[in-house]
C-alpha cells in the first residue's frame, strides 16, 4: 500500500506517483526568499533523521517555498519528484504541517529519536494538497488530579503535532492539586500541591486508598519552556486554572479566599469548595494570572466555570450575601456571572481572552470575546454559537477519552462507559442541522482526558490513543471520519510504535494493560448511555445551572 493511502489525519487530497526521492547527507535544504525561518523549522522537525539539510538558495534537494498562492493559512502542499521535494504554504504553520506529513511518507523510523542503522530515507513520488476546516483542533490533559511530568507533556506536544492538533489544554488546578508555581504565593507549592493518598477504586464512599502519597508541580519556568517547546510545533498551549468551584486545593493553602475548612481532597466528584467572589479573591487570583500569562505568552486562559454549588457555599455567607446585596444581584447565579466577567476583564488587560466550560455562559459569566467550551451536549453548544459567542465543541460523547474503550471485561478501571473507536470517528463537530451562522461560531473541537483514573503516562497513552488518532481526523476535516479510516489507522500504529506510544491495540489490551483483579480491575461504572441521557434532559431546560444538580462528569 502507497503511504500516501496510510495518511492520519487523511488529507484534502493525496496521490502517489511513479518514482522514489532519497533524503541523503548531501541533500541541501533549499529556502526560497523568505522563507529561511520557514526552513529552520523544518530542520528542526526533522532533526530525528540525523541528517544535516545544509543550507542552500539554490539547486534540487528539500526545497521549502512560501507561496501566497496556497489560501488556507494553514494549508499547505507537498511535491515530491525523483529529482527532489518542495514544500510550500503561505504561512510558517502551513510549513510546519506539510513537515508532518513528510514524516509520515518516511519509514516508519522518521518518528524514533534517533534512525536505526541502516535506514535510508526514501519518500515515494507524489502529491498533496491539504487545509485543516477548523481552527481550533486539541486535547485537555488533566494534571491535576494525577500529576504527569514535564517530559510526558513535552511527549504529548509531539503526539499532538504528529496528529496536525494546535491546541493542548492543560487542567492545571482541582480540588486534588494545584500544579503551578506562583512566586508570590508560595504555600500554593508547599500546601495544594500534594495530597498523603489517593482514592482507590471506583467507589468512594469505601473510604479505600492506595496509600501512597502523590504530587508535584510545574514552575514557572517549566510552564514557559512547555509553551515555547509547543509554539515551535505549532500548538498553542491553553491553561486552566478552574474558578470558582473545584477549589479544595487552593484553599488549603489560602483558606481565607472561601469558608471552613479545607484540605486537599484525595477521592473524586464535585466538592463545596468554592471560592469567595469577594474583591479580595479577584486581587489574589488576578495576581496568578500576571505570573501565568507572564510565563505563558499563548492567546487564551481557561478559567472553569464548572460544577460549582452556589446556593450551598455561597448563600449561607453572611459575607457574601452582603456583598451581593451591595452589587444590587438577587440571585447566586448573578453573583457567580459578575465573578466571572471580572476574571475576564484581567484576561482582556493582560491580552488573552477567557475560555470557559458552558455552565459560565449559562451562568452569564462571558465578555464578548469569551470562548465557550461545550461539554453538556449539543444543544448547549448549539445556544452559545446561536448568541454570538465562538464554541469548542468537546461534548461527553465521544470525546471524553476517561471513558473506557469497550464492555471487555479486561478493560482496565474507568469513570464508565464505553466510548468506543468508532463513536469518535463518527463525531461530527459542525452539526448539518445548524444554521450558517451558528456554525461559523464553531472553533473547533477538543478530547478531554481526565485523569481521576489515569494514574500514569502509560495509562494515559492507553486511554488517549488510538482515540485521538480518530479525533484529530475528525477535527482536521470538520466531519465523520471517512470510509477507510481503520485500515490507514492499523498502518499509523507503527508509527506510534515507532514514537514510543503505548497505545490501546485495535483487537483490545495487551496482557499488561488490563485491570487485574486489584483495585485497578474494571467495574462498570456510569453507562455511557446514562450520561448522554442526563445530560439531554438538561439540555432541554432554559436555564442549566452552574452547579449542574445531580450528575458529574468526573464521577
Known amino acids: 500500500m502507497s503511504r500516501y493511502q496510510t495518511l492520519v489525519p487523511r488529507p484534502v487530497q493525496a496521490r502517489p506517483l511513479p518514482g522514489t526521492f532519497e533524503l541523503t547527507p548531501d541533500t541541501p535544504l533549499v529556502a526560497a526568499p523568505g522563507a529561511e525561518v520557514a526552513a529552520d523549522l523544518v530542520r528542526l522537525l526533522l532533526a530525528p533523521l540525523r541528517l544535516p539539510l545544509r543550507p542552500a538558495a539554490t539547486g534540487d534537494g528539500l526545497a521549502v517555498r512560501l507561496d501566497p498562492g496556497v489560501e488556507h493559512p494553514e494549508g499547505y502542499r507537498i511535491r515530491v519528484g525523483e529529482s527532489g521535494i518542495e514544500l510550500s504554504a503561505s504561512t510558517v504553520d502551513g510549513i510546519r504541517h506539510a513537515t508532518q506529513t513528510l514524516r509520515q511518507l518516511l519509514p516508519d523510523a522518521a518518528w524514533r529519536a534517533v534512525p536505526p542503522p541502516g535506514v535510508r530515507w526514501l519518500v515515494e513520488c507524489g502529491e498533496v494538497s491539504d487545509a485543516p476546516a477548523l481552527a481550533w483542533r486539541g486535547g485537555m490533559i488533566d494534571v491535576a488530579?494525577?500529576?504527569?511530568?514535564?517530559?510526558t507533556i513535552l511527549r504529548y506536544v509531539d503526539l499532538f503535532a504528529m496528529h496536525r492538533l494546535n491546541r493542548m489544554h492543560l487542567h492545571l488546578t482541582d480540588d486534588q492539586g494545584w500544579r503551578i508555581e506562583s512566586r508570590r504565593y508560595p504555600r500554593l507549592a508547599e500546601v495544594a500541591?500534594?495530597?498523603?493518598?489517593?482514592?482507590?477504586?471506583?467507589h468512594r464512599d469505601t473510604g479505600e486508598t492506595d496509600g501512597t502519597p502523590h504530587g508535584g508541580y510545574y514552575t514557572l519556568d517549566d510552564l514557559a519552556e512547555i509553551a515555547a517547546y509547543a509554539a515551535e510545533r505549532g500548538i498553542t498551549v491553553v491553561p486552566e486554572i478552574d474558578l470558582p468551584g473545584h477549589a479544595s486545593a487552593l484553599l488549603a493553602a489560602y483558606p481565607q479566599l472561601g469558608s471552613g475548612r479545607h484540605t486537599v481532597r484525595i477521592g473524586w466528584g464535585i466538592s463545596t469548595s468554592v471560592v469567595k467572589p469577594l474583591p479580595a479573591t479577584v486581587r489574589f487570583i488576578g495576581d496568578l494570572l500576571e505570573e501565568l500569562t507572564d510565563a505563558m505568552p499563548g492567546r487564551y486562559v481557561h478559567l472553569g466555570g464548572d460544577e460549582c454549588p452556589l446556593y450551598d457555599c455561597w448563600g449561607t455567607d453572611q459575607e457574601v450575601l452582603d456583598y451581593q446585596r451591595e452589587l444590587g444581584l438577587t440571585e447566586q447565579v448573578e453573583l457567580f456571572g459578575h465573578f466571572m466577567r471580572e476574571l475576564a476583564g484581567i484576561l482582556t488587560a493582560h491580552g488573552r481572552r477567557m475560555v470557559v466550560w458552558d455552565e459560565a455562559f449559562v451562568g452569564g459569566g462571558l465578555l464578548a470575546d469569551s470562548v465557550v467550551a461545550a461539554w453538556r451536549g449539543d444543544q448547549v453548544s448549539r445556544r452559545a454559537a446561536a448568541a454570538g459567542y465562538d464554541v469548542v465543541r468537546c461534548p461527553v460523547f465521544p470525546t471524553y477519552f476517561d471513558y473506557c474503550q469497550s464492555d471487555d471485561p479486561d478493560e482496565p478501571l474507568s469513570i464508565g462507559g464505553p466510548i468506543t473507536l468508532a463513536d469518535v470517528a463518527a463525531f461530527a463537530p459542525v452539526p448539518e442541522s445548524w444554521t450558517d451562522a451558528e456554525r461559523a461560531h464553531v472553533l473547533g473541537a477538543q478530547f478531554q482526558a481526565w485523569s481521576e483514573y489515569i494514574p500514569n503516562a502509560g495509562h494515559l497513552d492507553y486511554m488517549v490513543f488510538p482515540r485521538a488518532c480518530a479525533f484529530a481526523e475528525v477535527a482536521w476535516t470538520g466531519r465523520p471520519a471517512a470510509d477507510g479510516f481503520e485500515r490507514r489507522l492499523g498502518n499509523h500504529l507503527s508509527r506510534l510504535d515507532a514514537a514510543g506510544c503505548r497505545y490501546r491495540p485495535?483487537?483490545?489490551?495487551?496482557?499488561?494493560?488490563?485491570g487485574g483483579t486489584g483495585y485497578r480491575r474494571r467495574i462498570g461504572g456510569t453507562p455511557i448511555a446514562k450520561v448522554r441521557e442526563h445530560l439531554e434532559k438538561l439540555a432541554e431546560r432554559a436555564d442549566i445551572p452552574p452547579n449542574m444538580a445531580t450528575m458529574s462528569r468526573r464521577a
Open 145 to 151: 488530579r494525577h500529576f504527569f511530568g514535564k517530559h
Open 193 to 202: 500541591s500534594h495530597r498523603p493518598h489517593t482514592q482507590a477504586g471506583w
Open 506 to 514: 485495535l483487537s483490545g489490551p495487551r496482557p499488561w494493560q488490563t
